[in-house]
Protein backbone atom coordinates (compact mmCIF):
# COMPACT_ATOMS: atom_id res chain seq x y z
CA UNK A 1 0.00 0.00 0.00
CA UNK A 2 1.16 3.00 -0.89
CA UNK A 3 0.30 6.75 0.11
CA UNK A 4 0.56 10.09 -1.83
CA UNK A 5 0.19 12.02 1.25
CA UNK A 6 -3.43 13.11 -0.28
CA UNK A 7 -5.74 13.48 3.28
CA UNK A 8 -8.59 11.12 3.42
CA UNK A 9 -11.64 13.28 4.71
CA UNK A 10 -14.12 9.99 5.03
CA UNK A 11 -13.64 8.64 8.13
CA UNK A 12 -14.43 5.76 8.47
CA UNK A 13 -16.30 4.87 11.99
CA UNK A 14 -15.32 1.07 11.84
CA UNK A 15 -11.76 1.35 11.72
CA UNK A 16 -11.46 0.65 15.50
CA UNK A 17 -13.20 -2.45 15.69
CA UNK A 18 -11.39 -3.69 12.35
CA UNK A 19 -7.63 -2.50 13.79
CA UNK A 20 -8.71 -3.97 17.00
CA UNK A 21 -10.65 -7.25 16.18
CA UNK A 22 -14.38 -7.94 16.59
CA UNK A 23 -14.55 -10.82 19.08
CA UNK A 24 -16.44 -10.37 21.97
CA UNK A 25 -14.27 -12.36 23.69
CA UNK A 26 -11.32 -11.45 23.61
CA UNK A 27 -9.35 -9.96 26.43
CA UNK A 28 -7.16 -7.49 27.44
CA UNK A 29 -3.73 -9.15 26.35
CA UNK A 30 -5.20 -9.23 22.90
CA UNK A 31 -6.16 -5.87 23.17
CA UNK A 32 -9.86 -6.11 24.83
CA UNK A 33 -10.99 -6.09 21.40
CA UNK A 34 -14.73 -6.47 22.06
CA UNK A 35 -15.31 -4.11 24.81
CA UNK A 36 -17.52 -1.31 24.07
CA UNK A 37 -15.23 1.59 24.85
CA UNK A 38 -16.69 4.38 27.43
CA UNK A 39 -14.74 7.00 30.02
CA UNK A 40 -11.87 9.71 28.83
CA UNK A 41 -8.13 9.06 28.07
CA UNK A 42 -5.62 11.34 28.14
CA UNK A 43 -2.55 11.23 25.96
CA UNK A 44 0.91 12.15 26.25
CA UNK A 45 2.66 12.75 22.52
CA UNK A 46 5.35 14.18 20.85
CA UNK A 47 5.28 16.71 17.66
CA UNK A 48 4.43 17.17 14.75
CA UNK A 49 1.97 19.40 16.82
CA UNK A 50 -0.72 19.10 13.54
CA UNK A 51 -0.17 15.54 13.84
CA UNK A 52 -1.20 14.95 17.26
CA UNK A 53 -4.21 17.07 16.58
CA UNK A 54 -5.41 15.00 13.91
CA UNK A 55 -4.78 11.81 15.46
CA UNK A 56 -6.85 12.91 18.74
CA UNK A 57 -9.74 14.68 16.42
CA UNK A 58 -10.03 11.23 14.23
CA UNK A 59 -10.58 8.93 17.17
CA UNK A 60 -12.56 10.96 19.24
CA UNK A 61 -15.28 10.86 16.47
CA UNK A 62 -15.04 7.37 15.85
CA UNK A 63 -15.17 6.05 19.18
CA UNK A 64 -17.07 9.07 20.72
CA UNK A 65 -14.40 9.17 23.71
CA UNK A 66 -12.70 12.06 25.17
CA UNK A 67 -8.95 12.65 25.16
CA UNK A 68 -6.93 15.38 26.93
CA UNK A 69 -3.62 15.54 25.79
CA UNK A 70 -0.28 17.00 26.21
CA UNK A 71 2.11 17.79 23.88
CA UNK A 72 5.62 17.91 23.95
CA UNK A 73 9.47 17.45 23.72
CA UNK A 74 10.06 13.73 25.03
CA UNK A 75 12.00 15.33 27.44
CA UNK A 76 9.27 17.57 28.64
CA UNK A 77 6.90 14.13 28.54
CA UNK A 78 9.34 12.55 30.87
CA UNK A 79 9.87 15.33 32.86
CA UNK A 80 5.60 15.19 33.46
CA UNK A 81 5.36 11.33 33.85
CA UNK A 82 8.07 11.89 36.64
CA UNK A 83 6.36 14.79 38.36
CA UNK A 84 3.23 12.66 38.17
CA UNK A 85 4.38 9.24 39.70
CA UNK A 86 3.04 9.42 42.65
CA UNK A 87 -0.56 10.41 40.91
CA UNK A 88 -0.45 9.10 37.11
CA UNK A 89 -3.05 10.89 35.17
CA UNK A 90 -1.62 9.43 31.50
CA UNK A 91 -3.03 6.39 29.92
CA UNK A 92 -0.81 6.29 26.81
CA UNK A 93 2.33 7.84 25.85
CA UNK A 94 4.09 8.35 22.94
CA UNK A 95 7.85 9.42 22.92
CA UNK A 96 10.17 10.40 20.04
CA UNK A 97 12.85 8.44 21.78
CA UNK A 98 12.99 4.29 21.39
CA UNK A 99 15.60 3.92 24.15
CA UNK A 100 13.23 6.26 26.65
CA UNK A 101 9.99 3.78 25.85
CA UNK A 102 12.68 1.35 27.20
CA UNK A 103 13.39 3.04 30.12
CA UNK A 104 9.78 3.25 31.16
CA UNK A 105 9.94 -0.86 30.49
CA UNK A 106 12.68 -1.12 32.30
CA UNK A 107 10.96 0.77 35.76
CA UNK A 108 7.96 -1.87 34.86
CA UNK A 109 5.73 0.77 33.86
CA UNK A 110 4.07 -0.41 30.87
CA UNK A 111 0.90 -2.56 29.94
CA UNK A 112 1.62 -5.60 27.59
CA UNK A 113 -1.01 -5.94 25.23
CA UNK A 114 -1.00 -7.87 21.37
CA UNK A 115 -2.60 -4.85 18.66
CA UNK A 116 -4.12 -7.24 16.13
CA UNK A 117 -2.38 -5.08 13.61
CA UNK A 118 1.13 -5.31 15.61
CA UNK A 119 2.26 -7.89 13.26
CA UNK A 120 2.10 -5.64 10.14
CA UNK A 121 4.68 -3.28 11.93
CA UNK A 122 8.29 -3.26 10.78
CA UNK A 123 9.39 -6.23 12.80
CA UNK A 124 11.82 -4.22 14.88
CA UNK A 125 9.41 -1.55 15.60
CA UNK A 126 7.84 -3.89 18.33
CA UNK A 127 8.89 -4.71 21.73
CA UNK A 128 9.52 -8.29 22.07
CA UNK A 129 7.32 -8.06 25.36
CA UNK A 130 4.64 -6.47 23.34
CA UNK A 131 4.94 -3.07 25.30
CA UNK A 132 5.97 -0.71 22.78
CA UNK A 133 5.04 -0.17 19.42
CA UNK A 134 6.41 1.99 17.08
CA UNK A 135 3.73 3.40 15.11
CA UNK A 136 5.99 5.85 12.98
CA UNK A 137 9.98 6.93 12.95
CA UNK A 138 11.97 8.93 12.10
CA UNK A 139 16.12 9.19 11.19
CA UNK A 140 18.39 12.12 11.39
CA UNK A 141 21.07 13.56 8.73
CA UNK A 142 22.26 16.49 7.28
CA UNK A 143 20.62 19.17 6.11
CA UNK A 144 22.37 22.28 4.60
CA UNK A 145 21.06 26.11 4.10
CA UNK A 146 20.76 26.21 -0.04
CA UNK A 147 21.68 29.92 -0.11
CA UNK A 148 24.93 29.16 1.63
CA UNK A 149 25.38 25.48 -0.28
CA UNK A 150 24.63 24.58 -3.98
CA UNK A 151 25.15 20.93 -2.95
CA UNK A 152 26.56 18.42 -0.74
CA UNK A 153 26.98 14.89 -0.14
CA UNK A 154 29.90 15.70 2.96
CA UNK A 155 29.80 12.40 5.68
CA UNK A 156 29.84 12.66 8.99
CA UNK A 157 33.74 12.74 9.71
CA UNK A 158 34.21 15.24 6.47
CA UNK A 159 31.96 17.89 8.27
CA UNK A 160 36.08 18.50 9.61
CA UNK A 161 36.75 19.76 6.64
CA UNK A 162 37.93 23.40 6.61
CA UNK A 163 35.52 24.70 3.86
CA UNK A 164 32.80 23.94 6.66
CA UNK A 165 34.82 26.08 9.75
CA UNK A 166 31.77 27.83 11.54
CA UNK A 167 29.34 26.14 9.73
CA UNK A 168 28.09 23.62 11.68
CA UNK A 169 25.19 22.98 14.69
CA UNK A 170 23.98 19.95 15.79
CA UNK A 171 20.90 19.50 18.26
CA UNK A 172 21.66 18.74 22.19
CA UNK A 173 21.58 15.34 22.61
CA UNK A 174 20.13 16.14 26.23
CA UNK A 175 17.18 17.68 25.09
CA UNK A 176 16.93 15.70 21.86
CA UNK A 177 15.83 12.08 22.10
CA UNK A 178 16.35 11.80 18.26
CA UNK A 179 19.98 13.35 18.46
CA UNK A 180 20.81 11.19 21.71
CA UNK A 181 19.61 8.19 20.01
CA UNK A 182 21.77 9.08 16.56
CA UNK A 183 24.75 9.75 18.43
CA UNK A 184 24.52 6.76 20.88
CA UNK A 185 24.44 4.27 17.46
CA UNK A 186 26.90 5.88 16.10
CA UNK A 187 29.48 5.62 19.12
CA UNK A 188 28.04 1.38 19.46
CA UNK A 189 29.25 1.60 15.54
CA UNK A 190 32.81 3.61 16.03
CA UNK A 191 33.75 2.71 19.90
CA UNK A 192 37.54 2.71 18.42
CA UNK A 193 37.75 6.26 16.73
CA UNK A 194 33.79 8.04 17.32
CA UNK A 195 34.91 10.93 19.58
CA UNK A 196 37.95 11.55 17.07
CA UNK A 197 35.12 12.66 14.74
CA UNK A 198 33.11 14.53 17.17
CA UNK A 199 36.18 16.08 18.40
CA UNK A 200 37.60 17.37 14.97
CA UNK A 201 33.65 18.66 14.55
CA UNK A 202 34.35 20.86 17.80
CA UNK A 203 37.20 21.50 16.73
CA UNK A 204 35.74 23.17 13.43
CA UNK A 205 33.37 25.69 15.14
CA UNK A 206 30.47 23.67 15.53
CA UNK A 207 27.70 24.71 18.18
CA UNK A 208 25.03 23.22 19.82
CA UNK A 209 22.22 26.07 20.24
CA UNK A 210 19.30 23.98 22.07
CA UNK A 211 17.12 21.31 20.76
CA UNK A 212 15.73 20.33 17.55
CA UNK A 213 13.68 23.15 16.38
CA UNK A 214 16.76 25.68 17.96
CA UNK A 215 19.38 24.19 16.04
CA UNK A 216 17.12 23.94 13.01
CA UNK A 217 16.60 27.52 13.17
CA UNK A 218 20.21 28.34 13.45
CA UNK A 219 20.49 26.96 9.69
CA UNK A 220 16.95 28.73 8.55
CA UNK A 221 18.27 31.81 8.74
CA UNK A 222 21.49 31.63 7.87
CA UNK A 223 23.62 31.74 10.77
CA UNK A 224 24.50 28.77 10.19
CA UNK A 225 25.03 26.36 7.35
CA UNK A 226 24.57 22.58 8.07
CA UNK A 227 22.72 20.84 10.85
CA UNK A 228 24.38 17.89 12.32
CA UNK A 229 22.12 15.33 13.25
CA UNK A 230 18.85 16.90 11.96
CA UNK A 231 15.52 15.23 12.02
CA UNK A 232 14.30 14.19 8.29
CA UNK A 233 10.25 14.48 8.82
CA UNK A 234 10.90 18.41 10.18
CA UNK A 235 13.48 19.59 7.73
CA UNK A 236 11.26 17.61 4.77
CA UNK A 237 8.47 19.50 6.51
CA UNK A 238 10.60 23.31 6.46
CA UNK A 239 11.01 22.44 2.51
CA UNK A 240 7.46 22.18 1.86
CA UNK A 241 7.04 25.55 3.29
CA UNK A 242 9.34 27.03 1.10
CA UNK A 243 12.67 27.23 2.94
CA UNK A 244 15.92 27.18 1.44
CA UNK A 245 16.91 23.75 2.98
CA UNK A 246 18.25 20.38 1.56
CA UNK A 247 18.95 17.31 2.92
CA UNK A 248 20.36 13.81 2.68
CA UNK A 249 21.46 10.67 4.81
CA UNK A 250 25.06 10.67 4.87
CA UNK A 251 27.10 7.04 3.48
CA UNK A 252 28.40 6.40 6.83
CA UNK A 253 24.54 5.79 7.89
CA UNK A 254 22.30 6.86 10.46
CA UNK A 255 19.61 5.11 12.94
CA UNK A 256 16.31 4.73 12.37
CA UNK A 257 14.08 5.87 15.67
CA UNK A 258 10.52 3.77 16.12
CA UNK A 259 8.72 5.97 18.42
CA UNK A 260 6.87 3.97 20.80
CA UNK A 261 3.20 4.31 21.55
CA UNK A 262 2.47 2.62 24.70
CA UNK A 263 -0.13 2.02 27.48
CA UNK A 264 0.72 2.84 31.12
CA UNK A 265 0.23 -0.16 33.19
CA UNK A 266 -1.55 2.58 36.09
CA UNK A 267 -4.10 3.51 33.18
CA UNK A 268 -7.41 3.91 34.64
CA UNK A 269 -9.01 3.37 31.18
CA UNK A 270 -6.93 0.40 29.50
CA UNK A 271 -9.97 -0.77 27.56
CA UNK A 272 -9.65 2.56 25.47
CA UNK A 273 -6.26 3.08 26.14
CA UNK A 274 -4.99 -0.69 24.09
CA UNK A 275 -7.87 0.75 21.19
CA UNK A 276 -5.75 4.18 20.43
CA UNK A 277 -2.64 2.55 20.36
CA UNK A 278 -4.50 -0.06 18.33
CA UNK A 279 -5.83 2.90 16.38
CA UNK A 280 -2.61 4.31 15.65
CA UNK A 281 -1.79 1.13 13.39
CA UNK A 282 -4.79 1.91 10.93
CA UNK A 283 -5.24 2.67 7.59
CA UNK A 284 -6.24 6.16 8.25
CA UNK A 285 -4.08 7.19 10.56
CA UNK A 286 -1.29 5.56 9.20
CA UNK A 287 -2.32 8.30 6.51
CA UNK A 288 -1.45 10.96 8.95
CA UNK A 289 1.50 9.80 9.72
CA UNK A 290 2.27 9.81 6.21
CA UNK A 291 1.30 13.77 5.32
CA UNK A 292 3.41 14.75 8.81
CA UNK A 293 6.64 13.54 6.62
CA UNK A 294 7.30 10.48 9.18
CA UNK A 295 8.25 7.01 8.26
CA UNK A 296 5.07 4.90 8.51
CA UNK A 297 5.09 2.35 11.16
CA UNK A 298 3.63 -0.12 9.26
CA UNK A 299 5.98 -2.42 6.73
CA UNK A 300 3.05 -2.91 3.92
CA UNK A 301 2.59 1.51 3.57
CA UNK A 302 5.05 3.25 1.79
CA UNK A 303 5.51 7.18 1.41
CA UNK A 304 5.45 9.24 -1.65
CA UNK A 305 6.78 11.93 0.41
CA UNK A 306 10.34 10.88 1.78
CA UNK A 307 12.40 7.84 1.78
CA UNK A 308 11.11 4.67 3.38
CA UNK A 309 12.88 2.43 5.77
CA UNK A 310 14.29 0.14 2.81
CA UNK A 311 15.88 3.15 1.03
CA UNK A 312 18.19 4.53 4.17
CA UNK A 313 21.38 3.54 4.86
CA UNK A 314 21.81 2.03 8.22
CA UNK A 315 23.92 2.26 11.13
CA UNK A 316 24.17 -0.87 13.00
CA UNK A 317 22.14 -0.82 15.97
CA UNK A 318 21.89 -2.52 19.60
CA UNK A 319 19.32 -0.68 21.82
CA UNK A 320 20.16 -2.10 25.00
CA UNK A 321 23.48 -0.83 24.42
CA UNK A 322 22.56 2.75 23.49
CA UNK A 323 20.31 3.03 25.99
CA UNK A 324 22.78 2.37 28.70
CA UNK A 325 25.49 4.56 27.33
CA UNK A 326 23.72 7.07 26.46
CA UNK A 327 23.73 9.57 29.56
CA UNK A 328 27.68 9.07 29.65
CA UNK A 329 28.28 9.74 25.96
CA UNK A 330 25.77 12.75 26.13
CA UNK A 331 27.64 14.35 29.10
CA UNK A 332 31.16 13.85 27.24
CA UNK A 333 29.42 15.12 23.72
CA UNK A 334 28.37 17.93 25.55
CA UNK A 335 31.60 18.57 27.06
CA UNK A 336 33.01 19.34 24.16
CA UNK A 337 31.32 22.64 23.05
CA UNK A 338 31.74 23.85 26.71
Known amino acids: MKFKGIFATALLSAVILGACGTSADADTDNGNTGAELSGNLTVYLPSPAGLADDLIAMFQQQTGIAVDQFQGTTGQILARLEAEAANPIADVVILASWSDGMELRQQGLLHAFTPELASQLHADF ?29 DWADLANAEFHDQLAFPDPELSGSAKDFLAGFMYNNQENGWATWQSLADNGMIVPGANAAALESVVTGERGILVSGVDWNIFNAIAQGEPLNFYYPAGGTVINPRPAMVLQSSQNIDAAEAFVNFLMSDEAQELVVNSFLIPGRADIKSDLRPNV ?29
Open 310 to 338: DEINLLTTDWDWMMNNASEINSTFNGLFR
Open 126 to 154: VSDDNTMFGTSASAVGIAYNTLLFDSMDA
